[in-house]
């Protein structure tokens, strides 16, 4: 079946430090979400990508989704505290079933 | 924006127990609802698709009768976890797709607050 992996698993940055994880499926997705989880808390959606070669930017969170449809990344710029939690790629296809990456989990430290 | 309620956001009972989750559209007719469950430190995993007025679709490897999901109407599904033990202690969360015209790739996804289950 469609599975969607992430690396790293885990990153630890300086406040600051900047910051990408990266998403990859096995197969062609019709679009791409990123979610943000908080310990403890529940996944809260960030943004979704439809198209071939998409960027989004929201303020310090840079967003792409690959030409092929297949991988999409997230790139933090100047971590801050804020910022820590473990980050989601869900990929879809076709019939909606949302498939939710393996995660990354960041911590900054001050 | 569109909500799902999901309730309780958290349950601690003992082994043996039946727990309900329920899932609530709030401003949307949700005409499918995915159940997901996640263990600590582990990703979302989908355990079933239901489709309002019909039977679940559940992923490989979830057990039917352990966990019953009912979708009777567009705002509504439960899941139940019957007989439930301490491995099946996790995170459960919905997400309801709504019903719309146009492109399925731009279709909202309206996730539940998801519900803690402790079984001891």
């Known amino acids: 079946g469609q599975q969607v992996m992430q690396i790293p698993q885990y990153q630890h940055v300086q406040e600051g430090e900047d910051f990408t994880t990266y998403c990859n499926s096995s197969t062609t997705l019709s679009n791409i979400q990123w979610y943000k989880q908080r310990p403890g808390g529940h996944p809260v959606f960030l943004i979704q990508l439809v198209k071939s070669g998409e960027v989004k930017k929201q303020k310090r969170l840079t967003f792409q989704f690959g030409e092929a449809k297949k991988n999409s990344s997230l790139h933090i710029t100047a971590t801050q505290t804020t910022d820590v939690g473990t980050y989601f790629c869900?990929?879809?296809?076709?019939?909606?079933?949302?498939?939710f990456g393996t995660g990354t989990r960041l911590l900054v430290s001050p | 924006g569109a909500v799902v309620s999901q309730h309780p956001s958290r349950v601690i009972c003992k082994s043996g127990t039946s727990v309900k989750i329920e899932c609530r559209s709030l401003d949307f007719q949700a005409t499918t609802m995915f159940w997901y469950r996640q263990f600590p430190k582990q990703s979302l995993m989908l355990m079933a698709t239901s489709n309002e007025g019909s039977k679940a679709t559940y992923e490989q490897g979830v057990e039917k009768d352990k966990f019953l999901i009912n979708h009777a109407s567009l705002t509504l599904s439960t899941l139940t976890v019957t007989s439930a033990h301490p491995e099946d202690s996790s995170f459960y969360i919905c997400r309801g797709r709504e019903t719309g015209t146009g492109d399925p790739s731009n279709q909202p996804q309206h996730f539940g607050d998801g519900t803690r289950l402790s079984i001891l």
């Open positions: 869900a990929g879809s296809t076709g019939f909606q079933k949302l498939v």
